[in-house]
T-cell receptor, first 111, second 114 residues
């Protein structure tokens, strides 16, 4: 079946360092979404990418959608303690009513 | 406008007990979803309801049943709880079944089965 894989599973960084998480789909995606879950919280939508090669920025966060629309990345520049949490990518399943989530990357930031 | 609400927030069950997790949304969304979240496993879809009156199995439906009571409410029932069902359960909704729409999640129910 369709799979969405994310690496790494965990990342510990020193505050101020950069962070990147990668997302790979077994199939071509019409779009990809990114969510953030703070510790003890629930996933919250961050952004959606639709076009091949698309790059979007939200302050220190840069999201990229691959040319083949099978992979994506989230890069955080100069991490802060507020960036702590788990970041999920998600793509629509073959039944477009469903989202297939990656396993998530949990980011820890040491002050 | 509360968004997606879930009850209870926490629950402890003994093996074999039953319970129903409640979910409601006030955004007039058509589609609703139940996920479970376990360490290292991400969010796995249990059941979903693309619209009122319809329900479909997700990735891990065994041991669960659902009811789409009306457009607002989507409940998840554990008939005979097992320790393997210890997890955090999230309900989510979105406007319709379209691939372009984002999901809104509830705060979650933390379930421990002893």
């Amino acid at each position: 079946g369709q799979q969405v894989m994310q690496i790494p599973q965990y990342q510990h960084v020193q505050e101020g360092e950069d962070f990147t998480t990668y997302c790979n789909s077994s199939t071509t995606l019409s779009n990809i979404q990114w969510y953030k879950q703070r510790p003890g919280g629930h996933p919250v939508f961050l952004i959606q990418l639709v076009k091949s090669g698309e790059v979007k920025k939200q302050k220190r966060l840069t999201f990229q959608f691959g040319e083949a629309k099978k992979n994506s990345s989230l890069h955080i520049t100069a991490t802060q303690t507020t960036d702590v949490g788990t970041y999920f990518c998600a793509g629509p399943g073959s039944n477009t009513g469903k989202l297939i989530f990656g396993q998530g990357t949990t980011l820890q930031v040491k002050p | 406008n509360a968004g997606v609400t879930q009850t209870p927030k926490f629950q402890v069950l003994k093996t074999g007990q039953s319970m129903t997790l409640q979910c409601a949304q006030d955004m007039n969304h058509n589609s609703m979803y139940w996920y479970r979240q376990d360490p290292g496993m991400g969010l796995r879809l249990i059941y979903y309801s693309a619209s009122e009156g319809t329900t479909d199995k997700g990735e891990v439906p065994n041991g669960y049943n659902v009811s789409r009571l009306n457009k607002r409410e989507f409940s998840l029932r554990l008939e005979s709880a097992a320790p393997s069902q210890t997890s955090v359960y999230f309900c989510a909704s979105k406007s319709s079944g379209g691939a372009w729409e984002t999901q809104y999640f509830g705060p979650g129910t933390r379930l421990l089965v002893l």
